[in-house]
């Protein structure tokens, strides 16, 4: 495989996930899983900070990606279908693959990193706070729902989230 970029490693080990975050599994024994990173920058200051990071195995991805309603399944697709630059896809750089902006210019992001081991490769997806929220509405209450359970039940997002609206979080 593909040497994985030590920027997808756990931050918080400084070492590639071993489990996965929803059934603990251990990911060395699983062929595909996903790992997603959230950073938020702070003006002026050259740091940034993880705030929330997680590897999931393809089973509990797929599991999740069923609890979706059929709506929000379409309109992901649909919004992806219409959205997806593939140019900054494809690129070196640390660019949202919506809008193309450079995510070192940003004060938030997320990143999603698909891991096939069989294949030997891996897919970034980076997405600007901006973009997160674009994706976020096009989601069902029902989706939105079933986010709030795997974030309660898995992440323990810091106390600034506490009693705001929703973060936003999305499971790409």
Partial sequence: MALLPD???SDETGEPFAT???CECVL????????EK???RYPGFEVKDTVFEYALCKACYVKLENEMSEESRQALAQFFEQNINVEYLLS?????CI????????AEYQVAVLVNKHNGVYTELMFAGEAIDRVVEVLSEKTLDEIDGFVGRNLGLPPEFEGTPRPRFIIV
Avoid: P, Q
């Fill in 7 to 9: 920027k997808y490693y």
């Fill in 20 to 22: 996965c975050i929803e």
């Fill in 28 to 35: 060395e024994s699983t062929n595909e899983y996903l790992i």
């Fill in 38 to 40: 959230a950073y938020k």
């Fill in 92 to 96: 070196d750089g640390d660019f949202c």
């Fill in 99 to 106: 809008s193309g902006v450079d995510l070192s210019t940003v």
